[in-house]
């Protein structure tokens, strides 16, 4: 037969590549050489639904959007992908929940293990790092899974004999941009947003033993500063000095709404007959304004918008503070030949994301000249290493054991386990707060054997996933750690007659108003609260620290058997098992009794050490289909498939729901005694660890206004049943059409 030669076939990730061989009767010196053979039509399997990203498309397309380049955004041009939901990210894929999706790095997960997300990974990936990636967005065979939505799968680059490089620098500045329109409406109007951003870094490859050893290296900075306006309430001129206002006969209302009692500037309007009220005169106790509370007023400033708060007692401080992100992002890669039949190469990816006044958690600043009150600090690491053995030209085995490990480290700079934070009606700098850190360490070993014999193309494997999640919490027994005061009514009451409140007054909106500034202004204390983790058997102040591990067993047997030339069958099956989270302490706990919806009340329930719910071993999930050529020329494919899916347990729900609440292992106390009696700021109390025993504590008192969130021990493994029905057919050179289902 003449030899046959076909060049510029690509084989990419994830996808079979076929090439159909027609053997022509001729000399062995004869050839006959085309190119780019390989079929445009998916014929060679039933599912893997989705599209290919290659290195030219990636790198080509304007990825440049806030806060970074982030190649993930590309999910949302794919088929059966809509944003706009409730949480992760908000990108659903063919209406799976927007945190089943997988990404994996050079066959490692990328994920954010704890809760996941539809196009966040904590490690920052870059299109300049990237050879390609492939999106499967429905229907995968069986090697793939842990997840019932999208399947996003990215190589990274390599180098090669060829020493090549690249740098790219970005800039925005609001001098290019115009005002806000909310911004230009303001009273007074604001100036432009500040969103300055400078993404600046590049690449380099090449050889370092020439056709043997290779290396690729590449490094991104961020940095971006950006303003966000914030209002906060605070009080009047008149009001932090003790002396309250109001309406008589009337209501207290800002300056814009209906009946407004003031102007935008804070003057009273013409015709409001103003009444006035001393609240140091009126105490009954005659002890007067409290200094503690006192001094946070007068820190504070003064409003500039009275079109909140009531007008007269309360208005609106209006400013813009600033947001800063400084991120970078490495990776570096070593391939080596070992001989022709052994490759190997490893992988480092790490860097830092760190937001200063982060606004997603919250964390501006209380006022313009105070530190930030969360900086949210990230910290990913990623590890691939990969040998791959090809023992004969049909027997393929890769190797991969690698590490994804990330620490999202809520900062709070004003966090003091010393002082107490205090709650009033009027935003002041006054919270102590200590907040969360949690770190998740994911190691991996992937084992994947392709095999092909005739028209057999079998693929065995596994996938081994020890994860460990480590809280570090300030947010204890639903309390916090740092003691928590606020000045409620409902708890140290207010008597109108007793404090000599105005009988004119509004009594639906400005009394009870009214009676929440006395008592803060006094410092007249309502309750205050403290929570408590355990260590061995007795409680200590400080932090909560919870160490629990979420193993993961998959196993998977494939065979896309080429039946006939125009027809392909998939057979799978994907084993995967899902266990309950383990402590290697014995603190995880769970109710003795069946405490779900519909079991039967008790008072004798108790924490025992046993598993939350049930391991479940046999979540088997086949992956049946057939493609078919019906013409045979490679033009039209006809592909069916049916896929058994399952999802895990993202770590946080537990990790922030059930684990600092487990009885016998945190203890919240709220004291209202001291509110209740009368108690002021001067005199209120330090709560202080309890010496009951945290093991006494196991079983709740019978009575108790209290909950505890627990889990159904029955909770079963989220399943999707997916059905596919696909026609694909080249129209043109290079121009398929595809119409799924």
Known sequence: ?????????????????????????????????????????????????????????????????????NPLDLVLLQPGVVSGANTGGGYHVHGARDRSWNFTLDGIDINETSAGGSNFAPLRTNPDMLAEFRVVTSNPTAEVGRNSGAQVAMVTRSGSNELHGTGFWFYRTPRLNANEWEYNMS???????????????????????????FFFANVQRLMANVSRRL???VYTADARKGILRYVKGGRNTPAGTPGASVDVSGNV?????????????????????????????????????????????????????????????????IDHVLNDRNTLFARVAFGEQNTMCDSANAGESIFPGQPCLVNTMRSPKNLAFNWRWNPTPSLTNELVVGLNKFTFNFFCPAGDLGKISLSGPVTTVSDYSW????????????????????????????????????????????????????FSTSVNTVDPATFGIPTDINTTYDRPAFQSHINFLLGRVGSTTRGFASKGDKFVEGIYDFDARFPEYDFYAQDTWKLRKNLTVDLGLR????????????????????????????????????????????????????????????????????????????????????????????LGITDTEFGQGGGRLPNLPRLSPPTTKPSDLAQPIPFSSSNVTVVDPDTGVPTTHMWSLSIQREIAPRTVLDVSY
């Open 1 to 69: 037969f003449k030899r046959f030669v076909s060049k510029g076939n690509a084989v990419t990730i994830g996808q079979p590549t076929t090439v159909n061989v027609k053997l022509e009767v001729g000399q062995l010196a004869e050839s006959i050489e085309v190119s780019a053979t390989a079929e445009t039509v998916q014929t060679s399997t039933s599912g893997n639904y989705g599209n290919l990203f290659p290195e030219r498309v990636i790198r080509d397309l304007p990825i440049v959007g806030t806060r970074g380049r």
């Open 187 to 213: 009273e007074p109007p604001l100036g432009k947003r500040k969103f300055i951003q400078n993404i600046f870094g590049g690449s380099v490859g090449g050889p370092i033993v020439k056709n043997k050893t």
């Open 231 to 233: 209002t906060r309430t």
């Open 269 to 333: 309007l013409p015709g409001v007959n103003l009444g006035t009220y001393n609240v140091a005169t009126a105490d009954p106790q005659r002890i007067g304004l409290d200094k503690t509370v006192q001094g946070l007023v007068n820190e504070a400033p003064l409003p500039n918008n009275f079109t909140g708060g009531d007008g007269l007692n309360t208005a609106i401080f209006e400013f813009t503070t600033p947001e800063r992100e400084r991120q970078y992002d490495l990776v570096t890669k």
């Open 435 to 486: 907040c969360n850190l949690r770190t998740l360490r994911t190691w991996q070993v992937v084992e994947n054997l392709a095999w092909f014999r005739g028209g057999h193309a079998l693929k065995f494997g596994g996938n081994v996933r020890l994860q460990q999640h480590v809280d570090e919490r300030g947010s204890i027994a639903g309390l916090n750690a740092v003691q928590t005061t606020n």
């Open 575 to 666: 084993w995967e098992a899902k266990l309950s989270p383990r402590s290697p302490d014995g603190r995880l706990k769970a109710p003795d009794q069946l405490m779900t919806v519909g079991a039967a009340p008790s008072t004798t329930v108790k924490w025992v050490q046993r598993p939350l719910y049930k391991d479940t071993w046999l979540n088997l999930g086949p992956s049946l289909g057939l493609a078919w050529d019906p013409t045979g020329a490679g033009k039209t494919s006809l592909r069916v498939n049916y896929r058994l899916a399952f999802d895990r347990m993202a770590t946080f729900g537990l990790s922030s729901a059930i684990f600092p609440n487990l009885p016998g292992t945190t």
